[in-house]
């Protein structure tokens, strides 16, 4: 944790500004503390360079198996295509010279993949998860000046309200419980004139035909880590039958749909390992998460409307995006 932190952090449960107590230094950042209100009422401690507001186990946990286990995978400085920047830009809609010295707010960082893209942009990253997805961002973006990463609940955020100039949740929100009071807890955190992204997996008739969402009620509730063990032998036995299967003329494009796998051959620039890398990650993230909620597009837009965001947009950009921007003072 950067000392500079405390200037933004807010007790969730009060509002209240927090102090450091019993810090612990390492290379000029506190990697144990204890951050307690004036009152001594709420307490909540540093472990390994992050604040934590949350819990030690949440039903983000697969999150936190998953992203641990692919720390780098989708990170654009490690697969060395511009996968995660693509993507973040062409949702978001924004540009590296808007976010250059703003404060940017990460809710559901993961490993840190579009933090990272906001940091080399020049941003001053704020990067939340529910999960101990942190530690893999901590270690993968500690490099950055400008990055702060927390575990703590999107709910309960421990900030003040409108800090952020910029405010993003990419692939998160359908994985929340609730999801359109996840979305709620997002327009507060941005200042007057910010700005506002989300996505989400998108509802169609086609959604109750992905055989993920059959296999879902049982894969959740597998044990993580067992659950890990068995994709990892069943998708490289899977990958090359899906490839076979997606070659039979005429129907080869929808036979291979029906094969819980993900496959990004042909699709992203990976090599033959990094393809089979995002695919047991991506394969793992659709059978393992304990909530999973499609929506739609005129979903997404009334909520928007009811939150007072302005310059609505509401698109199909790989998942389906809603942003705005915030009214100002």
């Known amino acids: 944790m950067q000392p500079t932190l405390l200037d933004w952090l807010r ?3 009060t509002g209240q500004r927090l102090e450091l107590h019993d810090a612990r230094w390492a290379d000029g950042r506190i990697e144990s503390a204890s951050l ?6 709420a307490s909540y401690p540093v472990r390994g360079f992050v604040p934590r507001f949350v819990p030690a186990s949440t039903y983000a946990d697969s999150f936190g198996l998953q992203w641990n286990a692919f720390r780098r995978t989708q990170l654009d400085s490690h697969s060395g295509h511009p996968i995660s920047a693509t993507r973040f830009w062409k949702a978001t809609g924004w540009t590296p010279g808007q976010l250059a010295g703003r404060r940017v707010l990460d809710v559901g960082c993961g490993a840190g ?5 906001a940091l080399e942009a020049g ?7 529910y999960s101990t997805a942190v530690d893999a961002a901590r270690e993968n973006l500690h490099r950055f000046a400008g990055v702060h990463v927390l575990q703590a609940d999107l709910h309960h955020l421990p900030f003040a309200p409108r800090t952020f100039d910029f405010v993003y949740a990419l692939g998160v929100l359908q994985h929340t419980p609730d999801v359109q009071a996840a979305f709620a807890a997002l327009p507060p955190m941005a200042a007057p004139g910010g700005r506002l992204c989300v996505d989400f997996y998108m509802r169609t008739w086609r959604t109750a035909l992905t055989p993920y969402y059959w296999m879902r009620p049982l894969t959740k509730r597998l044990p993580k880590d067992r659950l890990f063990a068995v994709l990892e032998r069943a998708v ?4 090359p ?6 070659r039979v003329p005429g129907v080869g494009a929808y036979l291979k749909r029906l094969m819980p796998v993900a496959d990004y051959d042909g699709v992203l620039p990976l090599d033959e390992r990094q393809l089979a890398e995002w695919a047991l990650l991506d394969s793992f993230d659709w059978l393992a998460p ?7 597009a005129a979903t997404v837009r009334r909520w928007l409307e009811r939150a007072g965001v302005q310059e609505i947009e509401v698109l199909k950009a790989g998942h389906l995006v809603g942003r705005g921007s915030i009214a100002g003072a």
């Open 123 to 129: 941003a001053h990253v704020f990067a939340v998860d």
């Open 36 to 41: 307690r209100t004036a009152d001594g009422a």
């Open 236 to 239: 490289p036995m899977m990958l």
């Open 241 to 246: 039958i899906r490839r076979r299967v997606a």
């Open 290 to 296: 304990e909530y999973d909620h499609p929506q739609r």
């Open 11 to 13: 007790c969730p449960r």
């Open 113 to 117: 993949r579009f933090a990272e893209v």
